[in-house]
């Protein structure tokens, strides 16, 4: 299972590279196999953070830092939301509900990326912000809000994807900080060996993406991007018809 482990580690980190997001969506399923809900999710967050910092290292001549600032303010507005649906109401109604709305919002970015349109001003940009923030804490997937955006804001992928590592960082340092309060200090149950081996792994899938990203096309790439969201929507909603 450790070994399953490390192998969705070196995929997600790949998708992480290539497409900007990802990570979490490849691992949080194996991890929560493996690990239980609580510290499999932990070790999520953790994971993305990690992966969020070392992708930083080598994207960071690309990072929009004036759109992360924004992204990330706005996110951490949504995070308060979230948390109150969260606590509130049921976590198959949370779930099947954002599905929902993920799948609508990208459709309709996706066929206005058809069109003229371009939606790039602080409204579209603060909306998606909120969103990524309040979906990130009532679900944990807080990347395919901000896709809508870039898709409408015809973001060019280079720059969107290097944005998003330190957006990511601050969500996955924000959520694991959350939750180690929440806790009393608990952190996932590994040996050490087991720690160190899964960074390796993560930088390991990072140096591997480096070298494919670029031989990958943009227009690919963000195909690879609106198909990680729908993935991230469909598995929610998935989740949330099995648990009612």
């Known amino acids: ?7 969705a580690v070196v995929v997600g980190a790949v998708a992480q590279r290539i497409s900007g997001l990802g990570f979490a969506l490849v691992v949080s399923p194996v991890l929560v ?14 994971c993305a953070a990690v992966s969020a910092s070392m992708a930083l290292l080598l994207v960071r001549r690309d990072v929009d830092w004036r759109r992360y600032a924004a992204l990330a303010g706005c996110a951490l507005v949504g995070i308060v939301p979230g948390a109150w649906l969260a606590a509130s109401l049921p976590g198959p109604v949370v779930e099947i509900s954002i599905g929902v709305l993920l799948v609508v919002a990208l459709t309709i970015s996706v066929l206005l990326t058809r069109t ?7 409204l579209t940009l603060a909306t998606s912000g909120v969103a990524s923030g309040l979906m990130n804490a009532a679900a944990g997937i807080g990347g395919p809000a901000v896709s809508v955006y870039a898709l ?4 060019p992928h ?15 340092l924000c959520s694991l900080g959350a939750k180690w309060v929440a806790s009393g200090g608990r952190m996932p149950g590994l040996e ?6 899964i960074i390796a792994c993560t930088a390991g899938g990072l140096l591997l993406g480096q070298r494919i990203a670029p031989h990958v096309p943009a227009a690919a790439a963000r195909r690879i991007v609106v198909a990680i969201a729908y993935l991230g929507a469909a598995s929610l909603l998935v989740k949330g018809l099995t648990d009612l």
């Open 1 to 7: 299972m450790f070994a399953l482990v490390l192998a």
């Open 33 to 46: 196999l493996a690990l239980g809900a609580f510290d499999g999710v932990m070790l999520v967050n953790l």
């Open 116 to 122: 003229s349109v371009v939606l790039s001003g602080p």
């Open 152 to 155: 409408l804001s015809r973001w």
């Open 158 to 172: 280079r720059s969107f994807a290097a944005t998003l590592q330190p957006y990511f960082l601050t969500l996955g």
């Open 192 to 197: 050490p060996w087991q720690w160190v081996t």
